[in-house]
C-alpha cells in the first residue's frame, strides 16, 4: 500500500505529471485553435503552453541537479527544448510548415510521456 502511496511524495514525479497534463490541455485547445479562433482559447491555450514550458524547465534543472551534468542527458534536454521553440518560432512566424505544428504539438505529448516515464520511481 505505501509504495503505491510513495509514487506521489516523489516531487519529479509530481512535475512531470502536470506537464504531461498541461501540453495535453495544450495540444487539444490548439487544435480547437486551428478551427475557429476564440479569445478565451487562444488564451487557454498560451497559458496552458507556458506552464507546461516552465515546468520543463523546472524538471530539467531538478534532473541536471541531480543527476550532475552529462552530456547525454544535457543533449537530450536541449533537443527537447529546441523541439519546443521550433514549434512557437513556427506559430509566431506563420511560416509554411504552419500545418506540421500539430504533429509536433503530438511530438511535445510523446516528450512529456517519456519525461513521466524516466521519473517514475521504481
Avoid at 487562444?42 to 514550458?53: E, M, P, Q, V
Avoid at 547525454?72 to 513556427?90: F, N, Q, V
Avoid at 500545418?99 to 516515464?117: A, E, H, P
Wanted: no cysteine.
Amino acid at each position: 500500500m505505501w509504495e503505491i502511496l510513495s509514487v506521489f511524495t516523489n516531487i519529479s514525479t509530481v512535475v512531470a505529471s502536470l506537464g504531461l497534463v498541461l501540453a495535453t490541455s495544450s495540444f487539444i485547445s490548439g487544435l480547437q485553435l486551428v478551427r475557429g479562433a476564440s479569445i478565451v482559447e487562444l488564451k487557454i491555450h498560451r497559458y496552458n503552453g507556458f506552464s507546461a514550458i516552465i515546468l520543463f524547465m523546472i524538471l530539467a534543472v531538478m534532473s541536471l541537479v541531480n543527476s550532475g551534468v552529462r552530456f547525454w542527458p544535457l543533449l537530450a534536454w536541449l533537443t527537447a527544448l529546441s523541439i519546443i521553440l521550433i514549434k512557437l518560432y513556427i506559430v509566431r512566424k506563420r511560416k509554411k510548415a504552419f500545418k506540421y505544428v500539430s504533429w509536433m504539438g503530438g511530438t511535445l505529448i510523446l516528450i512529456w510521456l517519456f519525461l513521466v516515464y524516466i521519473h517514475i520511481p521504481v
